[in-house]
C-alpha cells in the first residue's frame, strides 16, 4: 500500500469514527434524561436528518450502515419493534444516497425533504399501528408527528452542516 492509499484510508477511518461519535452524541442529546427537547411529550428525532445528509453526502452503503447504527440506537428508547427502526433508517439511508443523490442537489432543502419525508411516512404508519391495536384516533397521533416534525427541523438543519462540515475537512479532492 502506497503512501496515498494510507493517507486516504485513515481519512476514511477517521470520517467514519466521527460519524459514529456524532450519532452517538445525538442519540444522547435527543434522549437522556435532562437533555430531552420536547414539548407536550413528544421528543424531537434527528437521526433521519442525520442518515439523509450522510446519503448525500457519502453515497448509499455508509448511509445505510449508519442507518442501520442510527436505528439501534432508537431502539434503545423506543417502543417499536425491535430492529424495525434499525431497518427503516437503513433502507431509508440506501434510498437517499442513491435515489437523493440522482434526482435532487446537494443542498440543505434536499436533506431536510427526505428527513420530513421519512418523519411523514412513520407517522403514517404510526397512526395505523394504533389506531387498529389501540383505537387511538389517527388525529391524535398526526398532531403528535406534526410536531415532532416541526421540533426536528432546525436540529436536523444542525446535522447537515456538521455532516457537511466533517465531509469537506476530511474527503480529499480528485486531482
Known amino acids: ?24 452524541l445525538l442519540y444522547v442529546l435527543t434522549t437522556a434524561r435532562g437533555t430531552v427537547v420536547s414539548a407536550r411529550l413528544v421528543n424531537i428525532n434527528v437521526m433521519p436528518f442525520f442518515v439523509a445528509a450522510l446519503g448525500f453526502f457519502e453515497g448509499p452503503y455508509l448511509a445505510g450502515s449508519m442507518g442501520v447504527w442510527c436505528g439501534l440506537l432508537l431502539t434503545l428508547s423506543s417502543n417499536t419493534v425491535e430492529g424495525a427502526e434499525a431497518l427503516a433508517l437503513g433502507l431509508f439511508g440506501v434510498l437517499c444516497g442513491t435515489v437523493g443523490v440522482t434526482f435532487m442537489r446537494r443542498i440543505a432543502l434536499s436533506g431536510l425533504a427526505c428527513g420530513l ?5 412513520r407517522g403514517v404508519m404510526s397512526a395505523v399501528y394504533y389506531q387498529l391495536f389501540y383505537g ?40
Not at 500500500?1 to 452517538?24: F, G, H, P, Q, W
Request: charge should be negative; hydrophobic fraction near 50%; glycine fraction near 2%.
Open 1 to 24: 500500500m502506497n503512501e496515498l492509499d494510507a493517507r486516504l484510508t485513515r481519512r476514511y477511518v477517521t470520517k467514519v469514527i466521527l460519524y459514529i461519535l456524532l450519532s452517538v
Open 136 to 175: 387511538i384516533h389517527p388525529r391524535d397521533i398526526a398532531v403528535s408527528c406534526a410536531l415532532c416534525a416541526a421540533l426536528s427541523v432546525l436540529p436536523g438543519l444542525l446535522c447537515w452542516q456538521l455532516v457537511s462540515l466533517i465531509h469537506d475537512r476530511l474527503t480529499e479532492e480528485e486531482s
Open 117 to 121: 419525508g421519512f418523519l411523514a411516512l
